[in-house]
Structures are given as C-alpha cells and as structure tokens.
C-alpha cells in the first residue's frame, strides 16, 4: 500500500517528474528520438519504487501477523 500511495501521490509532483516529462517531450520532438529521452526517465522513476517496494515488503514480513 505505501509503494501505492508513493506512485499515486503528488511525491513525484515534488521531484519534478512534471517537468522532466515536459523536457523530454520538447527534446524528442527535436531530434525524433523517444527511446534515449524516455529511458533516463523510466530509471529514475525505478529507482524510486524498486528500493520502496523491496523496503515495504522487508516490513511487511517482519511484523506479520500469524495465525
């Protein structure tokens, strides 16, 4: 759920993921290249959730509840 609440909030709004689309938008409409724009991008949002997702899923099993 919190890896969920981070992609949906306005988190990434903060890091300026706004912006950085705008920029690689303007820069593949320049050179007609989308991969090389995209990819930098497509990393670094990875290396946002991927840490946070591993993070959660650490949490989740030590305070699991059994039964």
């Known amino acids: 759920q919190m890896v969920s609440l981070i992609k949906d909030s306005s988190l990434l709004s ?3 993921i706004d912006e950085l689309v705008q920029k690689v938008k303007v820069m593949n409409s320049a050179s007609y290249t989308a991969l090389e724009g995209y990819l930098p991008l497509a990393l670094a949002y990875l290396a946002v959730t991927l840490p946070l ?15």
């Open 53 to 67: 997702s591993w993070w959660a899923r650490r949490l989740e099993r030590k305070f699991a509840y059994e039964t």
């Open 14 to 16: 903060v890091i300026g």
